[in-house]
């Protein structure tokens, strides 16, 4: 069998990192033929050395020396999602700067394994219509996706709604750890610190994932996500916290089974999985798990009174347009500021809840009216005192 190419963006970061890892580990099924990062030239560079791609891409030099055969700027993105010689394109990009590349792999008819949840969020219905026109696909990495999708195998179907069509689901079950905050009060979360907000309590990830976790914008985001790919409506998906992280998610069908898929917290399975998908393929990375050593396992109700980011996100899910969009840009945005100390961590709803009152009804129709209204939300929340 010959080996898959494989164009690894956001190589340098926590997806990124464990990709390699799980291709190191099937050399006779994948390589890497296509590298990129955003600023991280050392890391990036040892990247290359190791694996020897057709391309690497340096998003910003920022004057650094680099090799002359390096790709530079935005537009390496790009080039790395269409390299001829990928086949698969693992999009570990975080935030909106994700969306052009996973655009560019699909118009070459390419499967996209996608981390970059922002994708879906801003361009649902751009990365829709890129499928349908150039028969390119999408694979989710996000662990719960991942779940939801090993839960349904068998069960995708070629026509209906959403990027991989589902029919006879009755509900969604989407866990979430809960983050640091899922025992703290209103008034506490108030006073949370930065530091706080980074000490996840069951997963090591990027640090802006790791902030939306702590708020559960991370969970919103993944609403809209589950809703984009398996065109299940929102009011079949819930969300339940589930502290121990080991129920990744569940689908109840209509005859009222619910299938759970249930594994260690670790991205070694989903980032394997959106390689192989639809087939299974033995691996020595993914952590064994052991019934009684995590026993018990716990549900519990979401407190939106506590986290009303999630909330706020659904509901610009259902607005549809360009709402989800300035949700994930103003997110962005607060995140940004929170990560630099401009803006207590509790503050992130409210610059999320004033973008979307401020950018209601924008259109949002194409890429230049979504980018539009994803700049605006940015604006507003950097302007925010
Ligand atoms: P990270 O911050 O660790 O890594 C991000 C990568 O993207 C780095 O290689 C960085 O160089 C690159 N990057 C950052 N900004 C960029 C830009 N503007 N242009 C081009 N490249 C840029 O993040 P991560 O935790 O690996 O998350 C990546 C994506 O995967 C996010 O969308 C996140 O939501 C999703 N995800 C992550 C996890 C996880 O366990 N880390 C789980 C599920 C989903
Ligand atoms: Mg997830």
Redesign the pocket.
């Known amino acids: 069998m010959s080996t898959l190419g494989v164009a690894l963006?956001?190589?340098?970061?926590?997806?990124?990192?464990?990709a390699q890892r799980v291709v190191a580990r099937h050399p006779d099924r994948f390589r890497l033929v296509a590298l990129?990062?955003?600023?991280?030239a050392d890391?990036?560079a040892k990247a290359a050395q190791r694996w020897r791609p057709a391309f690497v891409g340096l998003?910003?030099p920022a004057g650094r020396a680099v090799p002359a055969t390096w790709g530079s700027g935005?537009q390496?993105?790009v080039d790395a999602a269409q390299h001829p010689d990928a086949q698969i394109v693992l999009?570990?990009?975080?935030?909106?700067?994700?969306l052009d590349?996973t655009l560019a792999a699909l118009a070459a008819g390419k499967r996209v394994a996608l981390?970059?949840?922002?994708?879906l969020v801003i361009g649902g219905t751009l990365v829709q219509r890129a499928v349908r026109a150039k028969g390119g696909s999408v694979i989710p990495?996000?662990?719960?996706h991942s779940a939801l999708l090993q839960c349904l195998a068998g069960r995708i179907g070629s026509s209906g709604e959403g990027l991989l069509p589902v029919q006879g689901v009755k509900r969604f079950v989407i866990t979430a750890s809960g983050g640091p905050f899922r025992t703290w009060d209103t008034e506490r979360i108030r006073g949370a610190k930065l530091s706080d907000a980074l000490n996840h309590p069951t997963?090591?990830?990027?640090?802006?994932?790791?902030v939306?976790s702590a708020s559960l914008a991370?969970k919103a985001?993944e609403v809209i996500e589950a809703h984009v790919l398996f065109g299940v409506p929102y009011e079949k998906i819930e969300v339940v916290v589930h502290p121990q992280s080991i129920v990744h998610s569940m689908v109840e069908f209509e005859d009222g089974s619910v299938l759970a898929q249930m594994g260690v917290p670790s991205?070694e399975l989903?980032v394997l999985y959106a390689l192989t998908y639809p087939e299974r393929l033995a691996d020595a990375g993914v952590p064994r798990f052991d019934p009684l050593a995590h026993s018990p396992l716990t549900f519990e109700a979401v407190r939106h009174d506590a986290f009303p980011t999630l909330g706020l996100g659904v509901a610009a899910g259902k607005a549809g347009g360009a709402a989800p969009a300035v949700f994930n840009a103003a997110n962005e945005a607060a995140v940004a500021r929170v990560l630099a100390g401009s803006l207590d961590f509790a503050r992130i709803p409210v610059a999320i809840e004033g973008a979307l009152a401020k950018l209601q009804g924008v259109r949002g129709d194409d890429r230049t009216s979504l980018l539009a209204a994803d700049a605006a939300a940015r604006a507003y929340v950097q302007e925010m005192r």
């Open positions: 963006l956001g190589a340098t970061g926590s997806i990124g990192e464990t990129t990062a955003n600023g991280n890391e990036l998003v910003e935005a390496c993105l999009n570990a990009v975080v935030g909106a700067a994700g590349a981390a970059n949840k922002e994708t990495v996000d662990s719960e997963w090591a990830m990027g640090k802006k994932i790791t939306d991370n985001l991205m989903p």
